[in-house]
């Protein structure tokens, strides 16, 4: 159970203590999420077939949008959109359990909406609705990837009884997905986490885990993008075989080839036995490539024929050897951006990023910062062999107001040097290195009183733009998605703007006020 986190500190008369979030007990659910909780919601049959499925209906006739809504509503919740753009953006953001799309539709037509509605969630039902009631439009619809198919007029009971199929045919599909993760090993026991954004992350891996597809795990140095990893090898097919890790920034191309590929004797000096590499050594297992962003250039040419191929070729050798090891590579950097500034291939790059999954940094999960801060502090105190009550409220508020720039490895660090230091039984504040004692965090605020302080729209889009790039850690993908641009006019706006800026650096700060202000 949570505490509550108040401001009172250290009564000096009483000597009492402020309240403490135990570090000694288990953290009690919905505290932390990981795939035996998913087991045991399963078992409590957690979906229910009377609950009310959620229903996208797409058609750019919002007259048919409000008809089909007012036959579906009174049993489901319903969401239409006159747009296949706007509907394939909501499945990327929102959960759907049947979409109904019509079949002719301006711009992006019914059977390519299906077909790509099924490639982003094919574990949601698409029925498609069309007016046209031949052989074909039903037979394109199947080889599109629909689960059903009717003509208009549309009977109010058909398709009533059609998506209540299609209802439950996905929760029986999402029932089967949780009895055989219940009766297989799982992998998430180390990954502590219950914010919506590791929920997401827990979702894309188990997802991926079943397929020997190319995983691309990217996120800021320190948020544990090798337990991802670990959790996918675990929870896949491949599960006994070996899981191989190597840091490809750690050596240099010469030494980094031979590992991974292997090498004949006598290939260089020193070469006394023939070794295979780490291709090889993983077979049947997978094979983690982290830091794949530091890979030197004139290495990417070899292991993109290797992962097209399926085969290598050990350095002084003649021949080929196939090798059957699932791939998983991790980054810190912005690989698009790599790209573009033609430090990383871009063949290479789609090669690698089958499926990206993106491990976002502490600072964005909420309160899985108190959560990881427990279990730290509870390490730590085990192999101190101290006794701690846990953490004091106001320490505790600290924590979850500093901005983690090294993200969890930083937070591991802080508590062991918390346990290490600690007077009392609690941690306290005093506990905590200087700069999260006095961290001061500053939202991104306009505050002009003075016509002279305003500043024009150009400067003003300058400034915003330079605060998008700093909260993302310089990842100009990310910043250029959340502007609303592509990365190109990101480029462009920058290098325009920043030509002009009066003042350098100091121009790109607003006035700010402290965010507890």
């Not at 029932?175 to 919506?196: D, H, M, T, Y």
């Not at 780490?278 to 290797?306: C, N, V, Y």
């Not at 899985?368 to 701690?388: I, N, P, T, W």
Request: hydrophobic residues 40%; aromatic residues 6%.
């Amino acid at each position: 159970m949570e505490p509550a986190l108040t401001n009172e500190s250290p009564n000096p008369s009483t000597n009492e203590e402020p309240p403490a979030v135990s570090a000694t007990q288990e953290v009690e659910e919905p505290a932390a999420v990981s795939a035996t909780q998913e087991v045991e919601e399963s078992q409590r049959g957690r979906t229910s077939d009377n609950e009310p499925g959620r229903i996208l209906i797409v058609d750019d006739d919002q007259t048919a949008c409000e008809l089909l809504e007012s036959t579906l509503k009174r049993t489901h919740r319903v969401v239409w959109r006159t747009s296949a753009q706007d509907a394939l953006e909501l499945v990327g953001e929102e959960d759907f359990d049947v979409i109904l799309t019509d079949l002719n539709m301006a711009g992006i037509g019914g059977l390519d909406l299906c077909e790509r509605m099924v490639g982003m969630r094919p574990d949601v039902p698409v029925i498609v609705v069309t007016g046209y009631g031949s052989m074909e439009a039903a037979v394109g619809a199947i080889r599109a990837g629909a689960y059903d198919f009717i003509t208009k007029p549309v009977d109010a009971n058909v398709i009533g009884l059609m998506v209540e199929r299609a209802l439950k045919h996905r929760r029986l599909q999402e029932e089967v997905k949780r009895l055989r993760r219940a009766a297989a090993p799982q992998g998430f026991q180390q990954i502590i986490g219950a914010s919506s954004a590791m929920r997401r992350v827990f979702d894309l891996v188990s997802r991926v885990s079943d397929t020997d597809a190319t995983v691309l795990i990217t996120g800021e140095s320190g948020t544990g993008k090798e337990l991802i990893a670990k959790a996918i090898h675990a929870q896949s097919n491949r599960r006994a075989g070996p899981f191989l890790a190597i840091n490809c920034a750690a050596m240099p191309a010469t030494l980094l080839e031979s590992e991974l590929f292997g090498h004949v004797r006598g290939a260089f000096t020193d070469a006394k036995v023939t070794r295979s590499g780490l291709f090889l050594e993983a077979t049947q297992g997978t094979l983690f490539l982290d830091e794949i962003g530091e890979l030197p250039l004139e290495m990417q040419p070899k292991l993109l024929r290797s992962l097209q191929e399926r085969k290598v070729r050990p350095v002084g050798g003649n021949q080929e050897v196939s090798f059957d090891s699932r791939i998983v590579a991790a980054t810190n950097r912005d690989l698009e951006t790599e790209v573009f500034e033609k430090r990383f291939r871009e063949d290479l790059y789609y090669r690698i990023n089958v499926v990206a999954i993106e491990v976002p940094p502490l600072r964005e999960r909420g309160s899985d910062v108190l959560l990881l801060a427990q279990h730290f502090v509870k390490r730590a105190a085990e192999r101190a062999g101290k006794q701690v009550k846990g953490i004091a409220a106001p320490t505790a508020e600290k924590l979850t107001q500093y901005d983690w720039p090294g993200n969890v490895r930083e937070l591991e660090n802080c508590m062991e040097r918390a346990v290490a230091l600690m007077r009392f039984d609690s941690i306290m504040v005093d506990d905590l290195p200087e700069k999260v004692r006095n961290y001061q965090a500053d939202r991104f605020v306009l505050s002009a009183d003075d016509p002279a302080e305003l500043v024009t729209a150009a400067e003003l889009e300058r400034r915003y733009m330079h605060r998008v790039l700093a909260l993302v850690g310089g990842n100009k993908s990310r910043a250029a998605k959340i502007l609303g641009f592509n990365r190109r006019t990101l480029y462009r706006k920058m290098d325009r703007t920043d030509r002009g800026a009066p003042g350098g650096d100091d121009a790109t700060k607003l006035p700010v006020r402290p965010r507890n202000t």
